[in-house]
């Protein structure tokens, strides 16, 4: 029989209120024991708790059998005063009676295993908590409510299409069916693989958005990388001197711009050193530059375009600072701001432009079909199996049949409608112990 597991849905600590999830068949059978009776169905009822003749305290109960619950099981709430002598109290008086503590995730994983949500709705609750911005919100609420599931549904349901036909002929080949009928297969799986490309080339507006846009400073020394740093973040971040080479490692800063969640990285001044310190930091500064989603070239008055040559993408953004000490330089082949971080010139501008560039990379009329690497592994082994069914479709429908199975399998492990086992754990260990 499955146990019946609690735990805390709010943070611990002292605070208003604490609330108690319970979930599982003994329930009801816990919240007799401590008194509360049995509370009608979603009716918040007021009950003196005690255990073992002692009381606990003057809480809030409400109860919602299965299999119209979160998990699918019964389970109760208790609404307690945030006390850490009440809290104590209860958890202690559940783990007298039998009740188990939850582990991480384990309320989702029920939900789940009891057909309540399906796999990435059950990340979308993880995320949803883990949401620090509106666009990370409003992602975690879709998926939530089945916009990925739907996705991937519709790619499964094309696939099951084409494969039908193909063991339609495997399987009757004495009936009276079209000659060829395999290879009919074949539009439906053209199709189907420029849809996963598509989903795979947009792969990154998930993850961007989830894991936070990647925005990097580099430029030579005493560009002024650190101290627009500063300015961007608010705060002294960084150390800004008038001594080349002061920032040796990267340093990096979270901040939300028009809603969406930046990791903004200041790097160490691109140029030649004898210093091993000051190599590896310009090694690193380059590094991540490489993987940045964004890259401002900060150029001070005189700076040269060398340290950008054969390292600059097209749309790099240039910032010329120290406006207020000389006349910059110009690039032409790049957007250009010109901005002083000791008047503010210019800040405000270059703020709306990065506004701009994250609404244009991030948002999308269509919903993402990736949110995590899992997702993008399970898409990139599903297109590789249609790939190789479709040239097989030409060759035996049995070699086709085989290779459609694998990709509708992999499509499947992302909603978990099939083979998730090996899946589950990872799935679930990140989530906090009252979800």
Not at 80 to 107: D, K
Not at 131 to 160: K, P
Not at 179 to 185: E, S
Not at 263 to 276: M, N
Request: charged share 25%.
């Amino acid at each position: 029989m499955t146990s019946t597991v609690f735990a805390l849905a709010t943070p611990p600590g002292r605070g208003a209120i604490a609330i108690l999830r319970l979930s599982g068949p003994g329930t009801d059978a816990a919240l007799g024991a401590l008194g509360a009776g049995s509370p009608k169905p979603r009716l918040a009822s007021l009950r003196n708790l005690t255990h073992q003749g002692t009381v606990i305290d003057q809480a809030l109960v409400l109860r919602f059998p299965g299999p119209r619950s979160y998990t699918g099981e019964d389970c109760a709430e208790l609404h307690l005063h945030g006390g850490r002598a009440v809290v104590e109290a209860a958890l202690n008086a559940l783990i007298a009676l039998g009740l188990c503590p939850a582990e991480p995730g384990e309320f989702t994983r029920r939900a789940f295993e009891n057909g309540r949500m399906d796999l990435a709705q059950a990340e979308a609750v993880a995320d949803l908590i883990d949401a620090e911005t509106t666009a990370q919100a409003a992602q975690a609420l879709g998926q939530l409510d089945g916009a990925l599931s739907a996705t991937y549904g519709g790619f499964r349901r094309d696939l099951l299409t084409a494969l039908a036909l193909v063991e339609a002929e495997i399987d009757f080949p004495d009936e009276e069916i079209p000659d060829n009928l395999a290879r009919t297969a074949g539009p439906v799986l053209d199709r189907l693989a420029a849809d996963l490309r598509a989903a795979l080339s947009d792969a990154d507006r998930g993850r961007r958005v989830r894991e936070g846009y990647r925005i990097v400073l580099i430029g030579e020394t005493n560009a002024g990388k650190s101290s627009l740093f500063n300015a961007l973040v608010s705060r002294e971040a960084a150390i800004v001197t008038p001594i080349a080479g002061t920032t040796r490692d990267v340093l990096d800063a979270e901040l939300v711009i028009g809603g969406y969640a930046v990791t903004l990285s200041d790097t160490a001044g691109l140029r030649d050193s004898d210093d091993p310190i000051e190599a590896e930091g310009v090694r690193r500064a380059r590094a991540r530059a490489q993987d940045a989603d964004l890259r401002l070239w900060v150029r001070a008055p005189g700076d040269p375009e060398g340290a950008a040559a054969g390292f600059a993408r097209a749309d790099d953004l240039v910032v010329l600072t120290k406006a207020d000490l000389g006349t910059p330089g110009s690039s032409s082949n790049h957007d250009t701001i010109r901005l002083s971080t000791t008047t503010g010139q210019g800040l405000a501008e270059l703020h709306d432009w990065i506004a701009a560039r994250l609404a244009r990379d991030l948002s999308g009329t269509d919903f993402p079909a990736v949110t995590r690497e899992r997702h993008r592994l399970r898409l990139t082994e599903a297109l590789a199996a249609v790939e190789a069914g479709r040239i097989a479709l030409d060759i035996a429908p049995e070699m086709a049949a085989d290779d459609l199975r694998r990709a509708a399998d992999a499509l499947a492990r992302v909603t978990g409608a099939i083979g998730v086992e090996d899946v589950l754990g990872e799935v679930f260990s990140t989530f906090c112990i009252g979800k």
